[in-house]
């Protein structure tokens, strides 16, 4: 072992989900290091296992090498790493479970873009499978504020682009297949009989993977194992930059889907996932599901897979998400949650056996099969229902929207917005919030509003500053928060919904139907006057 003295380097904060930082930063003197040494110093790794294994971006091979190096100098007895130093996170979450192992540090910035200057991320998830809690990741942040050391071997790399066991010090490195475990998963789960027997009569879709890291696990379980036709699974190559492509499944970012969805001859079914594999969107043929409507239409379904036939405990959303899920817990009996943004908050929900499916806006859906989101498994249950159901996407929608009512809903990002303008336009709106209700903008009367506060029903723990929601009487809403997973600047989220409860009224264009909500929100948070912006940068 080799202990190197250092300094505490700024700005070591995780965010939502680790910590990101552009690649430059990651690769300076001493950065990883420290974080990672950060990462053992708070949960130790004393005779311990740990998952190892990333998206595939540029300096993921060598940051693994890193790590490994760092696991053993710290004592580690065991590191379960994926082939190539790759795992999607919903794969390194049900391996850390699966293997019982201590935790897992995944290397990725998520949907955000990769290469040599662009984003690169490390995140440390518990024993659980989950993303370590804010307790925990603020200890680590201490710890990067006052360490002075980090352990090493001076040891060459280990090969681990094979499969198989070897040693690195007195430590065990294990590397495994990366989709294997979780292909497995994913048919213990789901009707593969059903959905094979569809694609075999002619049902057609494209899966994108925006040459990211689900291309491997969409080829073995769409192509090899459920007989979907060769070439069904598109960019499915990971490549360190992604192919230049912002991995990202949005329609803006995934536009090429979408331009061939809403074509001429369009599959039956479209599907996207984003850069470590835990995002997924979801499009028919001319029809674009939302993620809000997403995760109410597989709650409202999931009782047709064979792993949730028995019912389900419970929904988790976003504060941010739309309320179409809570409609269908209470109409199935069972409790509705909202949570504040970042998949953490859904652990204690899950391990507790409060909830079975938990979702979030930004393209996130999962249930208690791991302890990530999970975008291959939102695409296989929708590939279920469809199988079952023998009804298109569109239909399905319709059918959901005639029975419950429809949330209309969409998100506005402005990003790389100046830190502090942002932090300005919050903290006036925070401001003004006491003196909103009763109000009318645009025909809408302000009923209440709130910076939106957390009390975790399982450990009690409390979240403040989580988002202001401003809810207007007929059932409109307003969130705006700034959002932790950029790199530059700060991203103004903008979350707009109106409830339609029908039969009239459920089929305009989302745009149309939110524009006096949309209004209000400008005028409110006076937009333009602090940041300059009349107009978002993406719009889902």
Known sequence: MTTISTQPIAGQKPGTSGLRKKTPVFMGKHYLENFVQAIFDVVGAQGKTFVLGGDGRYFNDTAAQVILRMAAANGAARVIIGQGAILSTPAASHLI???????????????????????????????????????????????????????????????????????????????????????????????????????????????????????????????????????????????????????????????????????????????????????????????????????????????????????????????????????????????????????????????????TICGEESFGTGSDHVREKDGLWAILLWLNILAVRKQSVAAILAEHWAKFGRNYYSRHDFEAIASDKADAMMAALRGSLAGLPGKTLEGLTVQAADDFAYTDPVDGSVSKAQGVRILFADGSRIVLRLSGTGTEGATLRLYLERYAAGPDGLDLDPQAALAPVIRAAHTLAQIEAFTGRVAPDVIT
């Open 97 to 355: 479970r699966l293997n019982k192992t201590d935790g897992g540090i995944i290397m990725s910035a998520s949907h955000n873009p990769g290469g040599p200057n662009e984003d690169f991320g490390v995140k440390f998830n518990m024993s659980n499978g989950g993303p370590a809690p804010e307790g925990v990741t603020e200890a680590m942040y201490k710890r990067t504020t006052e360490i002075t050391q980090y352990h090493t071997l001076e040891t060459a790399d280990i090969d681990l682009s094979k499969i198989g066991r070897t040693a690195v010090g007195q430590m065990i490195v294990d590397v495994v297949d990366p989709v294997a475990d979780y292909a497995t998963l994913m048919e213990s789960l789901f009707d593969f009989p059903a959905i094979a027997a569809m694609f075999k009569g002619g049902f057609r879709m494209r899966m994108d993977s925006m040459c990211a890291v689900t291309g491997p696990y969409a080829v073995e379980i769409l192509e090899k194992r459920l007989g979907a036709a060769a070439g069904t699974c598109v960019n499915a190559t990971p490549l360190p930059d992604f192919g230049g492509m912002h991995p990202d499944p949005n329609p803006t970012w995934a536009k090429a889907l979408m331009d061939e969805m809403f074509g001429a001859n369009a599959p039956d079914f479209g599907a996207a996932s984003d850069g470590d594999g835990d995002r997924n969107m979801v499009v028919g043929a001319g029809v674009y599901v939302s993620p809000s409507d997403s995760l109410a239409v597989l709650a409202a379904n999931a009782h047709l897979a064979p792993g949730y036939k028995t019912g389900l405990k419970g929904i988790a959303r976003s504060m941010p998400t739309s309320a179409a899920a809570d409609r269908v817990a209470a109409s199935l009996g069972i409790e509705s949650y909202e949570t504040p943004t970042g998949w953490k908050f859904f652990g204690n929900l899950l391990d507790a056996g409060r909830a």
